[in-house]
Each structure stands twice: as structure tokens, then as C-alpha cells.
């Protein structure tokens, strides 16, 4: 039960602060940088919010050492956050999924896919504080 409680908990921490983040992404950095740019400039935040989230979960719910432990609640995490991103995009911009995965291979879409294996990996990477 505890796995499941640090992967949501992981998973909601990090995806509030990317919908706290998006907008002023799209707002602010965008225009000023390009889209690219404008994903890099979220892009420090992000793996800082990662970082702590992470950080707190293997604390909190007292997460064991074992890579594999870690790594599974990173990849179920990614697994939600997959899901929320492709719901976003259909439902928010009104891309197909297909168009969100083509989106991936240009290059925002690839600095995103780093940050997504960054997050995946996070839990496997942090010790506790």
C-alpha cells in the first residue's frame, strides 16, 4: 500500500507543479524564447520539483533501497503522468494522440521525453535526506 501511496503522491506533486508551470510557460517563456527555449526554461524547475518530490516520498513513506522498488514506483508514476499528458492533449489543445507522439521527435517534444525518463528515474536516484 505504501507504493501506491508514494506513486500518486510523487505523481501529484510533480504534475501540479507542471500545471502550475505550463501556463507560464506558454504565457510567458514561449514567446520570449520559442517553444524549445520556453520548454528548457520549465525544464530547471521541473527537475528541481522531481527532485524534492522524489526526495520526500522515499522519506515519507519510508522507501526502501532497493532499485527496483524505486525505479517500479517511478515507471507507475510515468505511467499516470503518460496518461494525464496524452488527456491533456486531446482534451486541451485537441491533438490526437498520434499527433502528441509526433510531437515528441521535434525538439521540445524530445527535451519533454528527457524530462519524463528524469522523472521515471528520480525515486531510483535520491537518498533519503
Known amino acids: 500500500m505504501n507504493r501506491l501511496k508514494a506513486t500518486a503522491t510523487y ?20 514567446p ?51 496518461i494525464a499528458e496524452v488527456a491533456g492533449a486531446m482534451f486541451l489543445r485537441g491533438q490526437s494522440p498520434g499527433a502528441y507522439a509526433a510531437h515528441l521527435v521535434t525538439p521540445p517534444g524530445l527535451v519533454s521525453l528527457v524530462l519524463f525518463a528524469a522523472f521515471a528515474l528520480m525515486p531510483a536516484l535520491v537518498r533519503k535526506g
Do not use: N, Q
Not at 14 to 30: C, D, K, N, T
Not at 56 to 72: H, K, N
Open 11 to 30: 505523481f501529484g506533486l510533480v504534475f501540479a507543479a507542471g500545471v502550475f508551470l505550463g501556463p507560464i510557460r506558454e504565457s510567458w517563456a514561449v
Open 32 to 82: 520570449r524564447f520559442g517553444e524549445a527555449g520556453g520548454v528548457l526554461a520549465e525544464a530547471v524547475p521541473m527537475l528541481a520539483v522531481m527532485f524534492f518530490a522524489a526526495r520526500w516520498i522515499v522519506y515519507r513513506f519510508e522507501l526502501p533501497d532497493a532499485l527496483r522498488e524505486r525505479l517500479t514506483i517511478g515507471l507507475w508514476a510515468l505511467g499516470l503522468l503518460a
